[in-house]
């Protein structure tokens, strides 16, 4: 059963870091590209970053040169850490394989809210 659990969210004020983690199941992470992916209210989720299992990245432009996304394949986990955060990042923040996420899999995700 795949599993896919974020953590590190939390609020912090514009300018800013966050370091989130998704610890994944050894097996799909292995075998897959993995994303980051968030949800604002009210709108559709996107793409973040996405990291391939030799390590080539990919960012939308709204977080080139503030976001980082790494993946420790020892153990299962990628990591998003994210600077100067502004506050329209405020959003749910979830991993998911890449290109195409796993339906099944979406997690909880984990909020990440930038406020004064």
């Known amino acids: 059963q795949v599993q896919l659990v974020e953590s590190g969210g939390g609020l912090v004020q514009p300018g800013g870091s966050l370091r989130l983690s998704c610890a994944a199941s050894?097996?799909?992470?292995?075998?897959?590209?993995m994303g980051w992916y968030r949800q604002a209210p009210g709108k559709q989720r996107e793409l973040v970053a996405a990291?391939?299992?030799?390590?080539?990245?990919t960012y939308a432009d709204s977080v080139k040169g503030r976001f980082t996304i790494s993946r420790d394949n020892a153990k299962n986990t990628v990591y998003l850490q994210m600077n100067s955060l502004k506050l329209e990042d405020t959003a749910v923040y979830y991993c998911?394989?890449?290109?195409?996420?796993?339906?099944?899999?979406w997690g909880q995700g984990t909020q990440v809210t930038v406020s004064s």
């Open positions: 990291i391939t299992t030799r390590g080539w990245t």
């Open positions: 050894r097996t799909f992470f292995s075998a897959n590209a």
């Open positions: 998911n394989s890449h290109p195409v996420p796993g339906l099944r899999y």
